[in-house]
């Protein structure tokens, strides 16, 4: 029995005590790492869906000051806006499509994921309204030197 007096070793208890602390750490660790995950993702698709608003609001206010005309045509499945500019017979075709969320400019596409897309004429100024997805609305007001 004097043999084993001096020898030491890890008890049963001991190692289940640091079982348990390591698996505390990696779901802590875990959760941490999924949160950040998903705070991440929800920004990343935020910032996406800003920079395609600020583009599609860029296109239109740039195509709205060169023109001196706009027609809307609204109909259940699309509505189109078409701005004319009569000095140099250039035409800028925009169609909403309801049902798929896209704006179209001139048959090419240039947004999706779109609730809702207005350019409403004022005379001597134009209103943009733009919905994204996550219910945020953008505007922008083009006012016109001179009046229309």
């Known amino acids: 029995m004097s ?3 001096n020898e030491r070793g890890v008890t049963l208890l ?3 005590a640091v079982t348990v602390i390591a698996t505390i750490v990696s779901i802590v660790l875990m959760s941490i790492l999924t949160n950040s995950k998903t705070t991440s993702d ?3 698709k935020s910032t996406i869906q800003l920079s395609d608003t600020t583009y599609i609001l860029k296109v239109v206010t740039k ?7 706009i027609h809307k045509k609204a109909l259940d499945e699309y509505t189109e806006y078409t701005l004319i500019n009569n000095q140099n017979n250039k035409k800028y ?3 909403y499509h309801q049902k798929d969320q896209t704006i179209t400019r001139n048959d090419e596409m240039i947004a999706a994921n779109v609730l809702d897309f207005n350019i409403e004429d004022k005379r001597s100024y134009v209103i943009i309204d733009i919905t994204t997805p996550n219910s945020k609305p953008f505007s922008s007001t083009i006012y016109f030197r001179g009046g229309s």
């Open 3 to 5: 043999k084993f007096q």
């Open 63 to 69: 195509d709205t000051r060169k023109s001196t005309e």
């Open 14 to 16: 001991e190692v289940l």
């Open 42 to 44: 929800k920004q990343m």
């Open 93 to 95: 075709t925009y169609v």
